[in-house]
Nanobody
Framework: QVQLLESGGGLVQPGGSLRLSCSVS????????MGWFRQAPGKQRELVAT???????SYAVGVQDRFTISRENAANTVYLQMNALKPADTAVYYC?????????????WGQGTQVTVSS
């Protein structure tokens, strides 16, 4: 049974920081890439950052100077350090993991964690 467990969301003032964590219970699968998406009210879900199994990271425009994605492979955990947060960053943040078992490749999603940036 594959599960993604997110934590670290909450309410923060503009300019503040939060660190999101996502741990994957991967079962029989191996983990390829991991990443974070977000969805604000009334908007489509959008990519925030991804981290490949080879160590490369990519970011959406507008967050690359403020957010940092990192990964702890031994713990199957991905983090998103968010600094200089803005009200526009308010959204539900979703962790995603691309998993492989043999020739089967599947994307799994977490349940989401709310991030609210407000004074």
């Amino acid at each position: 049974q594959v599960q993604l467990l997110e934590s670290g969301g909450g309410l923060v003032q503009p300019g503040g920081s939060l660190r999101l964590s996502c741990s994957v219970s991967r079962g029989k699968y191996s983990v390829n890439s991991m990443g974070w998406f977000r969805q604000a009210p009334g908007k489509q879900r959008e990519l925030v950052a991804t981290h490949g199994d080879g160590g490369g990271a990519s970011y959406a425009v507008g967050v690359q100077d403020r957010f940092t994605i990192s990964r702890e492979n031994a713990a199957n955990t991905v983090y998103l350090q968010m600094n200089a947060l803005k009200p526009a960053d308010t959204a539900v943040y979703y962790c995603t993991a691309n998993l492989r078992w043999g020739s089967k490749v599947v994307d799994y999603w977490g349940q989401g964690t709310q991030v609210t940036v407000s004074s």
